[in-house]
C-alpha cells in the first residue's frame, strides 16, 4: 500500500471529507443514547463463534455505510448524506437470515474531547434497532500529536466506550486504534501520532478487560494492520511482542487487514485483473498470517478479518472492473478462510462521495452519490448470501 493508507473518523450522519487516503473528521450528531433490550447480545455472542457444516469459520460480511471518502489531494465536493435512503440501501443490501455488520469510527482526540458514546452511541442503538450489528474502531487522534499523557487518556477513553456501548448488544466488535503501523499519514492512520502503539497495545487489553468485568461477551476485541512492506513493518510486529506480551495476546480475538488491490499498491498488471486480485490477496493475508503476526506471539487460533477493502469507479475504472475486482478479493478470502483462519470481510464503501468527479477516491462506492446503485451493490447481496454465516 502507498504511504497514506486508511483511515476513517465517522458515524451514522454526515461527514465532511478530510485529506489524506480515506481520511474522516468526524461529523456525527450527538444524541442521548436508547439502549436496546431485545437480546442480541446473545444472539450476536452466537454470530461471533457459530462454524459452518464443513468446519471452517464462516465469513461475516459487512460495509463502512457512509460515502465522503478522504484524498490524497484535495478532497472537492461531497454530496450531502440521506440517512432514509442510506437506511433503505442497507436493508436492500443484506441477506436475509444472514448477519451484516456495519462499521463505524469515533476518535479520541485528547482531555475533554467527545466519548465514543456522545459521538456514535445513538447510531449503535438506532443501527441495532434495524437489526444490523455494529463494529466501532477507536482512533487515536490527540490534537497534540501524542504523549504519555494522551495513551493514558486513549485508555481511559476505551474504557468508557466499552462501559457505556457495551450493554447495547448490536456492537459485536470493537477496533482499538486505526492503522498504527503508517506513520506518516495523520488525517488518516493512527501511527503518525506519538505514543501511537502502547496506545494500540494498552488499549486492547483495557478494551478485552471491562469487556469482561461487564459481561460483554458478544464484544470482539481486536486491531487492525495496512498492507505495507518494508523493515518497519517487523520492527511494528516485534514491539508488540515485546511491550504487549502474553496479557496483550490474551486479550485479542482477532487481527485486522486493510488492503485494497489494484488501488493501493500493486498495479494488477496488464493480464487478467481477476487472477492478479487472487494472488494479491492470498498473498497478503499469508504474509499477515506467516511472517507477521508470529513476531507478536499470536497464534492462528485468533481469527483474521478485512477491515476494510475496495475498489473505486471512475476515469479508467469502469463498473465492471469493481465488480470483478470485489468478486476476485472476495473469492481468494473466502479460500483463504480455513488455511489462514478469516472470519470477516468489510467493503468500502456504501455511496460516493461525488460521482462526478474526475477522481477515483470520490467514488468508491457501490452506489452512486444519489443513492442509485451501481453494478456491484447487487454483486456484493448475491456474495454475502451465498458466502456468509445463516443466523
Not at 444472514?98 to 466519548?115: D, I, N, T, W
Not at 512492506?229 to 480475538?253: C, H, I
Amino acid at each position: 500500500m502507498v504511504a497514506v493508507s486508511a483511515g476513517l473518523i465517522v458515524g451514522l450522519p454526515a461527514a465532511s471529507a478530510s485529506t489524506a487516503h480515506r481520511a474522516h473528521k468526524h461529523g456525527g450528531a450527538r444524541h442521548p443514547r436508547r439502549r436496546l433490550r431485545h437480546g442480541v447480545v446473545r444472539r450476536s455472542a452466537r454470530h461471533a463463534t457459530k462454524k459452518s457444516p464443513s468446519g471452517v469459520p464462516p465469513l461475516v460480511f459487512g460495509i463502512y455505510p457512509g460515502g465522503p471518502a478522504g484524498t490524497v489531494g484535495p478532497s472537492g465536493v461531497v454530496a450531502p448524506e440521506d440517512p432514509e435512503k442510506r437506511l433503505a440501501a442497507l436493508g436492500q443490501l443484506r441477506a436475509p437470515g444472514r448477519p451484516f455488520v456495519l462499521h463505524l469510527y469515533a476518535s479520541y482526540s485528547g482531555p475533554g474531547g467527545a466519548s465514543a458514546e456522545q459521538q456514535v452511541g445513538q447510531q449503535v442503538a438506532d443501527y441495532g434497532a434495524a437489526g444490523f450489528l455494529t463494529e466501532l474502531v477507536l482512533t487515536y487522534r490527540p490534537v497534540d500529536g501524542g504523549s504519555p499523557a494522551d495513551v493514558r487518556g486513549f485508555v481511559s477513553f476505551v474504557r468508557s466506550t466499552v462501559r457505556s456501548l457495551g450493554p447495547d448488544g448490536g456492537l459485536v466488535s470493537l477496533q482499538v486504534t486505526n492503522e498504527a503501523n503508517v506513520t506518516n499519514a495523520p488525517n488518516a492512520s493512527d501511527g503518525y501520532y506519538a505514543g501511537a502503539k502502547d496506545a494500540l497495545i494498552q488499549g486492547v487489553i483495557a478494551a478485552k478487560d471491562e469487556a469482561r468485568r461487564g459481561g460483554f461477551a458478544q464484544v470482539r476485541v481486536g486491531f487492525n494492520w495496512a498492507y505495507a512492506t518494508g523493515p518497519s513493518e517487523q520492527a511494528f510486529w516485534r514491539y508488540l511482542a515485546q511491550q504487549g506480551g502474553a496479557a496483550f495476546v490474551g486479550s485479542l480475538d482477532w487481527v485486522g487487514l486493510d488492503a485494497y488491490p489494484g488501488t493501493w499498491g500493486p498495479s494488477l498488471g496488464s493480464g487478467d485483473p481477476a487472477t492478479s486480485t487472487r494472488q494479491f490477496m492470498r498473498s497478503v493475508l499469508t504474509t499477515l498470517r506467516s511472517k507477521y503476526t508470529p513476531l507478536a506471539g499470536i497464534p492462528r487460533t485468533v481469527p483474521l478479518q478485512i477491515c476494510e477493502s475496495g475498489y473505486p469507479t471512475g476515469p479508467g475504472r469502469t463498473e465492471a472492473m469493481q465488480v470483478t475486482v470485489m468478486r476476485a478479493s472476495i473469492d481468494a478470502v473466502d479460500q483463504a478462510r480455513a488455511a489462514e483462519n478469516v472470519t470477516g470481510y468489510r467493503w468500502f464503501d456504501l455511496r460516493d462521495a461525488d460521482s462526478s468527479s474526475s477522481s477515483f477516491e470520490q467514488q468508491y462506492g457501490i452506489m452512486r452519490d444519489d443513492y442509485s446503485p451501481k453494478m456491484g451493490f447487487s454483486a456484493y447481496h448475491r456474495l454475502i448470501a451465498s458466502l456468509s454465516v445463516p443466523h
